[in-house]
């Protein structure tokens, strides 16, 4: 492994805490005396990171966000990952939103041998209906995401495989203390490719729990766990068996800091538990929004 792969984490990682240090220090310190805050200042809405799309949230019109993470590699998925991706949500009517994303990255392949390189990644779009106050501090969601192969599966940044995803979600809102959230998903995946294996396309299942703890007026903790059961079916021998057919689970936690009026800046990190998610993973972004 080259050494700027070895200083990509770090350097995700110092943004990450960079951008806490900055985040809580600019609430902590002593504001001037101004006028009152206009009721529709800093309403951008808290947003998950692991399941973004799922998150049972509307936007308030549009969102706009430039990301950037880092992914180490795992048994399921063998190659370290850099990646560039941009995400867009939009609510055409009061409780529809529709969105996706796509990115480019690089990769470095932890096995000798193994094609690694620079590409595209898969292009996802979603729509989902919110249903606020569906009961008592509750809303509820409902949708559906479309995954288009447009990554580069032979450098390992997709796995050639359209799939759909039908979900349902949830949030609860324990007073202003903590916002507890959740989803499942069913999703149907075609048959892949990763670098050069072949993969067989089998039914999986997503389980996720969140929990958002706005500690003021801008800044919140996010905390999340997702569970996913493996997408492709076992086909190939070892050491190549455990590409894309292991569960991933991952636990996250993160910080949203609603700078300014109409911006946010975002970091995650997470951990792998099982060998079908990244070991470790990191996330930056800045979101515009209104």
Same mark, same amino acid.
């Given at each position: 492994?080259?050494?700027?792969?070895?200083?990509?984490?770090?350097?995700?990682?110092?943004?990450?805490?960079? $951008?806490?240090?900055?985040?809580?220090?600019?609430?902590?310190?002593?504001?001037?005396?101004?006028?009152?805050?206009?009721?529709?200042?800093?309403?951008?809405?808290?947003?998950?990171?692991?399941?973004?799309?799922?998150?049972?949230?509307?936007?308030?019109?549009?969102?706009?966000?430039?990301?950037?993470?880092?992914?180490?590699? *795992?048994?399921?998925?063998?190659?370290?990952?850099?990646?560039?991706?941009?995400?867009?949500?939009?609510?055409?009517?009061?409780?529809?939103?529709?969105?996706?994303?796509?990115?480019?990255?690089?990769?470095?392949?932890?096995? *000798?041998?193994?094609?690694? =390189?620079?590409?595209?990644?898969?292009?996802?779009?979603?729509?989902?209906?919110?249903?606020? /106050?569906?009961?008592?501090?509750?809303?509820?969601?409902?949708?559906?995401?479309?995954?288009?192969?447009?990554?580069? /599966?032979?450098?390992?940044?997709?796995?050639? *495989?359209?799939?759909?995803?039908?979900?349902?979600?949830?949030?609860?809102? $324990?007073?202003?203390?903590?916002?507890?959230?959740?989803?499942?998903?069913?999703?149907?995946?075609? /048959?892949?490719?990763?670098?050069?294996?072949?993969?067989?396309?089998?039914?999986?299942?997503? $389980?996720?729990?969140?929990?958002?703890?706005?500690?003021?007026?801008?800044?919140?903790?996010?905390?999340?766990?997702?569970?996913?059961?493996?997408?492709?079916?076992?086909?190939?021998?070892?050491?190549?068996?455990?590409?894309?057919?292991?569960?991933?689970?991952?636990? $996250? =936690? =993160?910080?949203?800091?609603?700078?300014?009026?109409?911006?946010?800046?975002?970091?995650?990190?997470?951990?792998?538990?099982? /060998?079908?998610?990244?070991?470790?993973?990191?996330?930056?972004?800045?979101?515009?929004?209104?």
């Amino acid at each position: 492994m080259s050494v700027l792969s070895r200083l990509r984490p770090l350097l995700l990682l110092a943004a990450i805490v960079a $951008l806490a240090t900055t985040a809580f220090g600019a609430d902590a310190a002593p504001a001037p005396a101004k006028p009152a805050t206009p009721a529709g200042s800093f309403n951008i809405t808290d947003r998950l990171f692991l399941s973004f799309m799922q998150d049972a949230a509307l936007v308030k019109s549009q969102w706009w966000e430039a990301q950037i993470s880092y992914a180490d590699s *795992s048994a399921g998925t063998p190659v370290d990952s850099l990646i560039l991706r941009g995400v867009v949500a939009f609510r055409p009517v009061k409780t529809l939103e529709v969105g996706g994303n796509f990115g480019m990255g690089t990769t470095d392949a932890s096995r *000798s041998g193994e094609p690694d =390189g620079t590409g595209a990644t898969d292009l996802q779009a979603y729509a989902k209906w919110v249903f606020p /106050d569906g009961a008592p501090n509750t809303d509820f969601t409902a949708g559906m995401i479309f995954t288009i192969p447009t990554g580069d /599966d032979y450098v390992g940044l997709g796995f050639n *495989s359209f799939a759909w995803q039908a979900f349902g979600g949830v949030r609860y809102r $324990l007073g202003k203390a903590v916002i507890f959230g959740g989803h499942f998903g069913i999703s149907l995946n075609g /048959d892949g490719q990763f670098q050069t294996h072949e993969l067989k396309g089998q039914t999986s299942y997503d $389980l996720a729990f969140s929990a958002v703890f706005p500690l003021a007026n801008q800044v919140s903790i996010v905390t999340e766990v997702l569970s996913q059961s493996p997408r492709f079916d076992k086909t190939n021998p070892s050491p190549y068996s455990s590409i894309g057919t292991d569960s991933a689970t991952q636990v $996250l =936690g =993160g910080v949203n800091w609603r700078a300014f009026d109409r911006s946010m800046f975002r970091g995650s990190i997470a951990f792998g538990l099982t /060998d079908g998610a990244p070991d470790f993973s990191a996330f930056v972004s800045y979101v515009y929004s209104f």
